[in-house]
């Protein structure tokens, strides 16, 4: 078994940066994609960003293209969220996830093990 645990959110004015961290636990991660969704309370879950494997190529979600980078540290078994340039309705709480279905796609029930959310606010 193995489990994903973010971290990294926080309350920041637009404009501003935020690096959101994903671990996971157990080797289970390591040669599969990874996403990163988010989602307000009442609201489905919207895709951010995915990273395959063995970083030769990842999809972003237009509304954060050019403004968010997915990368992953393999060592450290993590996948990371540079958010720069963050709007107001940025604000969200943000999963990472195991794609364990068809690579870089952005459909979350292609996702499994879901970590527990980090909350990302900015202010305007």
């Known amino acids: 078994q193995g489990r994903l645990v973010e971290s990294g959110g926080g309350l920041v004015q637009a404009g501003g940066s935020l690096r959101l961290s994903c671990a996971g636990s157990?080797?289970?991660?390591?040669?599969?994609?990874m996403g990163w969704f988010r989602q307000a309370p009442g609201k489905e879950r919207e895709f951010v960003a995915t990273?395959?494997?063995?970083?030769?190529?990842?999809v972003y979600a237009y509304y954060v293209k050019g403004r968010f980078t997915i990368s992953r540290d393999k060592a450290k078994n993590t996948v990371y969220l540079q958010m720069n340039s963050l709007k107001p309705e940025d604000t969200d709480n943000y999963y990472c996830?195991?794609?364990?279905?068809?690579?870089?796609?952005?459909?979350?029930?292609?996702?499994?093990?879901w970590g527990q959310g980090t909350q990302v606010t900015v202010s305007s």
């Open positions: 990273i395959i494997w063995d970083d030769s190529n990842s």
């Open positions: 157990g080797r289970i991660f390591s040669t599969y994609a």
């Open positions: 996830a195991r794609n364990y279905g068809t690579p870089l796609t952005r459909r979350p029930e292609q996702y499994d093990y």
